[in-house]
C-alpha cells in the first residue's frame, strides 16, 4: 500500500503564491507519474498538473504559465508551486501517483488540501 501526506494549502489573497507539497510512503517501488487535481465546490475534479519519471510536466491550460509542479524521486515528493493565484483557483487539491506492480496500474489519492483565494 501507498500513503499520500499533502500539506501547504491555505488561506491567501489574490496574487499571492502557495508551495503544495505531497510525500508518499509505503510501497513506493516503480511510482510512475505524480500529479496534481483540483475539485471546486459542485464541479468535476480536474487535472492541474502531471509530471513523468523523466521530470517532464504537462499542464491545464488554466495554470500555464503561474503553476509549476516539480518532484523529489529521492524523497518520493511531488510539488506544486503556484503563483499569481486567483479567486477561481480556489478547490481542493489533490495530489495522485501511479505506479505498477505485477498486478498492472494503480492510481492513489491523497485526502485533499484547502487551497482558499481571495479577491
Known amino acids: 500500500q501507498v500513503q499520500l501526506e499533502e500539506s501547504g494549502g491555505g488561506l491567501v489573497q489574490a496574487g499571492g503564491s502557495l508551495r503544495l507539497s505531497c510525500a508518499a510512503s509505503g510501497n513506493t517501488a516503480n511510482i510512475n507519474t505524480m500529479g496534481w487535481y483540483r475539485q471546486a465546490p459542485g464541479k468535476q475534479r480536474d487535472v492541474v498538473a502531471t509530471i513523468d519519471s523523466g521530470g517532464s510536466g504537462d499542464y491545464a491550460d488554466a495554470v500555464k504559465g503561474r503553476f509549476t509542479i516539480s518532484r523529489d524521486n529521492a524523497k518520493n515528493t511531488v510539488y506544486l508551486q503556484m503563483n499569481s493565484l486567483k479567486p477561481e483557483d480556489t478547490a481542493v487539491y489533490y495530489c495522485?501517483?501511479?505506479?505498477?506492480?505485477?498486478?498492472?496500474?494503480?492510481?492513489?489519492w491523497g485526502q485533499g488540501t484547502q487551497v482558499t483565494v481571495s479577491s
Open positions: 495522485n501517483i501511479g505506479l505498477y506492480r505485477v498486478s498492472g496500474w494503480h492510481d492513489y
